[in-house]
Structure formats: C-alpha cells, structure tokens
T-cell receptor, first 111, second 110 residues
Framework: DGGITQSPKYLFRKEGQNVTLSCEQNLNHDAMYWYRQDPGQGLRLIYYSQIVNDFQKGDIAEGYSVSREKKESFPLTVTSAQKNPTAFYLC??????????FGPGTRLTVL | GQQVMQIPQYQHVQEGEDFTTYCNSSTTLSNIQWYKQRPGGHPVFLIQLVKSGEVKKQKRLTFQFGEAKKNSSLHITATQTTDVGTYFCAALPGTYKYIFGTGTRLKVLA
C-alpha cells in the first residue's frame, strides 16, 4: 500500500521540550516537504528537501530542524526555540514539479 | 518573498449555486495546482495547469490558467454538500518549491 505516513497523529509537548515528528513515504519520491498550518490559515513552508542529504529552509524555518538521511524519511524536530509551536503539521512528497502527496498530518499542542 | 493571493477567503453558498475562487500571482508561474482540504483532513491534489490559457474540467469543476500565467480560477457548478472544504492553489514559480495560496473556505448550505 503506497503512500505517505505521519506519526503521531496528536502530540502534546511541554514548554521547553524538543519533539520530533515522523514522516515516511514509500512512493520513491525525491522531494519531501514540511508545512505548518494554523487554524483557518493556509500552508506555510518550513523546510524542503530535493534529494537525500540535502535540504533547504522554507519561509518559516526558525525554531525547526530536519534531516534527510534516507530517501523515505524526513523527520521534523520542533525545538524549544520555536515560540508558538501549536499547529497542524503536514508532510508531503513529490516526484519533482509534480503532484504533492500529503500525509494525514500531526496536531501538535504545547501545554 | 513571493506571495500568491487567493480570493475570497470565505464563501457560503446555497446548495445548487455556483462557486468560484481566484488565485493571483505578481510573477509568471511555471504551473499551478489546485488542492482540496476537507475539514480536519489533509490537502488532496485536484489538478495541475501548465499551459497559458489552459482550461480543464472535472465533472462540475472547471479550472482555468490565465493567458499571462499569473492567475487561475476554480469554478464549481451547482455546488453540493460534498464540495465543502478549503480550496488551495499552489504555484510553482521555479522548481520544487511550491507557494500555497491562502485558501478559500467553502460552506454549502443545504
């Protein structure tokens, strides 16, 4: 069953903690993306990666970090430096200038 | 940075009425895509437009790409309750990095 998965679906974090959101795809796509969506808002690009071992900052990268050690995986770490991390986080992949396939998302809440 | 503006932000229609959302960019785009996000869900790809002046149809949905490749529209004929959701355009000014519009949230009243 091909697709893109994210875990966990819901995540609660205490202030000052780092948390890592998982994103895995088995679509053999080179490009992967992380977006943040706030209630009633559009999608804002955090980081993207065109190829393994390479990634670029998006529009709102501050307070976040990523790695791309494997083609299938693109985890996102929300660090304590992110001042307002409560949001819906969406991971996507694409085979170039093509359709983006989105995962089901992770809802992060800071307690 | 580059922005893609989408209007209107919200639209409430009676079931059976038509609906249109518009997407505008200040710069020329390589292509434009449209996505639908149901409440509580994730964006799902609808279509991609590449050519200047291109028009594509999917049942009751009509997608248009402007002649100058700076704007696009999505028109839904005779809306149904299943059309409820937020419609996003996504512009690709170059390669790989997509810029999403602010979205239009559609509510259909039965």
């Amino acid at each position: 069953d091909g697709g893109i998965t994210q875990s966990p679906k819901y995540l609660f974090r205490k202030e000052g903690q780092n948390v890592t959101l998982s994103c895995e795809q088995n679509l053999n796509h080179d490009a992967m993306y992380w977006y943040r969506q706030d209630p009633g808002q559009g999608l804002r690009l955090i980081y993207y990666s065109q190829i393994v071992n390479d990634f670029q900052k998006g529009d709102i990268a501050e307070g976040y970090s990523v790695s791309r050690e494997k083609k299938e995986s693109f985890p996102l770490t929300v660090t304590s430096a992110q001042k307002n991390p409560t949001a819906f986080y969406l991971c996507a992949s694409s085979g170039g200038a093509d359709t983006q396939y989105f995962g089901p998302g992770t809802r992060l809440t800071v307690l | 940075g580059q922005q893609v503006m989408q209007i209107p932000q919200y639209q409430h229609v009676q079931e059976g009425e038509d609906f249109t959302t518009y997407c505008n960019s200040s710069t020329t785009l390589s292509n434009i895509q449209w996505y639908k996000q149901r409440p509580g869900g994730h964006p799902v790809f609808l279509i991609q437009l590449v050519k200047s002046g291109e028009v594509k149809k999917q049942k009751r949905l009509t997608f248009q790409f402007g002649e100058a490749k700076k704007n696009s529209s999505l028109h839904i004929t005779a809306t149904q309750t299943t059309d409820v959701g937020t419609y996003f355009c996504a512009a690709l000014p170059g390669t790989y990095k997509y810029i999403f519009g602010t979205g239009t949230r559609l509510k259909v009243l039965a």
